[in-house]
């Protein structure tokens, strides 16, 4: 897999988790355990991409 392929499929997965958490926060009952973790997993996806990918 090229770099620019992986680049590519970590913005594919960040954004995904980013729909996710945009539904999670707006559902009557929102997971709070939830919300944590896909804002985690957010924060790590957007660290490892600007690692990455060239300036």
Not at 4 to 30: F, M
């Amino acid at each position: 897999m090229s770099l620019e392929s992986h680049v590519s499929t970590l913005r594919t997965k960040h954004s995904d988790i980013d729909r996710t958490l945009d539904h999670e926060q707006n559902r009557p009952a929102p997971d709070s355990v939830m919300i944590k973790k896909l804002k985690f997993e957010k924060l790590r996806l957007k660290e490892e991409i600007e690692r990455l990918a060239p300036h």
